[in-house]
């Protein structure tokens, strides 16, 4: 099981825009083995934001609003959940 592939991690742009991908280099997005699921959860539980993919896209997604710290989620279909706190002192 590869973690570095697996955990979501945070990456910007030159423009400012926010995203999560899952792995920095990206996990395989195949018909045998992908990612679900992406998700972002705010720190106090209250505001989610989450996107299910397909085989085929890119394991990567816009955040839409800011959290301040959270956790991002995603799920393998192998290698079940992975979760990273995202910090925005570390980002
Ligand atoms: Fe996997």
Not at 19 to 28: K, N
Not at 34 to 41: A, E, K, P, R, S
């Amino acid at each position: 099981m590869k973690g570095e592939y697996h955990l979501p991690v945070h990456t910007k742009d030159e423009f400012g825009n926010e995203y999560i991908q899952v792995g920095r280099e990206f996990h395989p997005m195949s018909a045998e083995h992908h990612i679900d699921f992406i998700q972002m959860i705010s720190q106090d539980g209250m505001t989610a934001q989450i996107k299910f993919l397909k085989v085929g896209d890119t394991p990567k997604i816009k955040t839409i609003q800011d959290y301040g710290d959270y956790i991002a989620r995603e799920h393998c279909n192998i290698h079940g959940l992975w979760a990273n706190l995202i910090t925005r002192d570390k980002s």
